[in-house]
């Protein structure tokens, strides 16, 4: 079993460490993978943004970015970092729910550790594919709470 951990530094949000743990234990078995330690950090744009502008060398907004630590051979092991704040708007502009967008974002972070890549467009397309497979296929009745009322998605 996978160490997974969670830094909630969303104010107002905090992801449920199981529910995660269910996401990267479905993913692991359906690729017929395990994760050695994942540790996925809930944040905002400003954070993300700046760790584009500082390791891929972009001045640009996503939802997530992933940081692979492993050798090639062992166990995935790194970070997950995920924008509440973009994956708020992506779920009106995708006309989807916020909790469906932030299940297929956390899908799409956990296939980056499996070494799952999306420059290419080949790539781009079969990691598309996988990630709605799998995040439609996962359902949570609860995977994170609302410490206070006025920081709601």
């Known amino acids: 079993m996978p160490a997974i951990r969670i830094a909630n530094n969303y104010r107002g949000f905090m992801l449920l460490r199981p529910a995660v743990e269910h996401i990267a234990h479905f993913i692991a078995r359906q690729e017929r993978r395990t994760y050695k ?8 744009d ?4 700046d760790l ?9 907004f996503t939802d997530t970015i992933t940081f692979n630590y492993n050798s090639p051979g062992e166990a995935p092991e790194g970070e997950i970092y995920l924008s509440l704040d973009r994956i708020r708007e992506n779920s009106q ?19 980056h550790l499996l ?16 990630q709605n497979f799998y995040a439609q296929q996962i359902k949570l009745q609860r995977f ?7 920081a709601q998605p």
């Open 115 to 130: 070494g799952y890549n999306d420059e290419k467009l080949a790539d781009k397309k079969q990691m598309h594919a996988l």
């Open 46 to 49: 400003k954070v993300l943004n």
């Open 144 to 150: 994170y709470r609302h410490l206070k009322k006025s």
């Open 52 to 60: 584009k502008k500082r390791f891929f060398g972009e001045d640009a």
């Open 37 to 44: 330690g994942v540790t996925v950090i809930i944040t905002d």
């Open 93 to 111: 502009n995708y006309r989807t729910t916020f909790d469906q967008e932030l299940i297929t974002v956390l899908v799409h972070g956990f296939l």
